[in-house]
């Protein structure tokens, strides 16, 4: 893939919802475009102003959770960005949704904890009354809380779906220091989150984290904490054994079971309604989190 005309660096990755473009240093540029995914597809149309709500929703906690772990952001101002990086040329449009971040050597899985149980989470649990081989109290509702969040993770798949594996699983991937190191940061990290959301009327019933390594040291990468890899739940409507109210991607994932989609490509058309309860669900995150 050459240079892209109008951004003048080369994008080297295309993924769901972000695009990746290298620079001469040893920095990227992410940017979070308006394109929503889910049950693995890429739904249309996009949600405008999704892109800078999740850039600036990972902003705030890569600047609030430096004291439990490094994280790649260098910077997610445009005008500083723009500095940065003077081979490249960024219209306005990129403006709010890029992030200057540092290349990471990717640690291929996903590391997620569950406070409640809910999603493939719920429907494990159902099947085989655990998750990725932690036993959990029989009779759980959906969307209870569990005793203590545990850590759940899953593989990165290239192709197809990500697949939850057991802890043990995830040592013999990456070895037993670097998976315990992994455990015990994204717990550190949700117990943090979860704390604040609390302050502000919301649950965080579960999150996804990545990380890489960058300069020999494990660092927070991707996005974090974000609705789009999170469940987000309003504290004052939450009840066990109800799907709860959320301002994430649940709206979205709702419709699409209800029409009746088979969850192969491609999805239905969004309606009206859906994107723009969408797009609502996201700003009215930022702005519960934020100051
Ligand atoms: N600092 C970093 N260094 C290297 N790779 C990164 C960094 N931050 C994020 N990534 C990777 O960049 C990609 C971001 O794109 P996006 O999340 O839109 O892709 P995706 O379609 O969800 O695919 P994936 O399943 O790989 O996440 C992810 O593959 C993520 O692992
Ligand atoms: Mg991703």
Not at 114 to 120: D, L
């Amino acid at each position: 893939m050459g240079v892209t005309a109008d951004v003048g660096l080369e994008r080297i990755y295309r993924g769901k919802v972000r695009d990746i473009y290298t620079t001469d240093s040893d920095l990227f540029l992410m940017v979070a475009t308006d394109r929503i995914s889910a049950f693995d597809s890429v739904l249309s149309p996009d949600i405008t102003g999704k892109g800078e709500l999740l850039t600036q929703i990972s902003r705030f906690w890569f600047e609030k959770t430096t004291h439990i772990v490094e994280n790649h952001m260098i910077s997610a101002d445009i005008d500083e960005i723009r500095k940065r990086l003077p081979e490249a040329t960024l219209d306005d449009s990129f403006a709010g949704r890029s992030m200057l971040v540092k290349k990471a050597r990717r640690i291929d899985a996903e590391c997620v904890i569950r406070g409640y149980i809910a999603g493939s989470g719920w429907k494990e649990y159902r099947k085989t009354g655990a998750v990725c081989g932690h036993t959990l109290p029989t009779d759980l509702k959906l969307a209870q809380k569990l005793p203590t969040p545990i850590f759940t993770p899953a593989t990165k798949a290239d192709q197809g779906h990500d697949e939850n594996i057991s802890r043990k699983a995830l040592a013999e991937l990456v070895g037993a220091n670097t998976a315990s190191e992994l455990e015990r940061l994204s717990l550190e990290l949700y117990t943090f989150a979860s704390a604040h959301m609390a302050d502000r009327g919301l649950i965080l019933a579960d999150t996804k984290f990545e990380f890489g390594i960058v300069e020999g040291k494990i660092t927070l990468i991707d996005e974090a904490l974000t609705p789009d890899s999170s469940r987000f739940w309003e504290a004052a409507k939450y009840k066990e054994g109800q799907s709860p109210a959320s301002f994430d991607k649940q709206f979205v994932r709702d419709y699409l079971e209800m029409s009746g989609w088979d969850k192969n490509p491609p999805a239905p058309t969004l309606p009206k309604d859906v994107v723009s309860g969408t797009i609502a669900r996201y700003r009215e995150a930022l702005k519960r989190l934020t100051p």
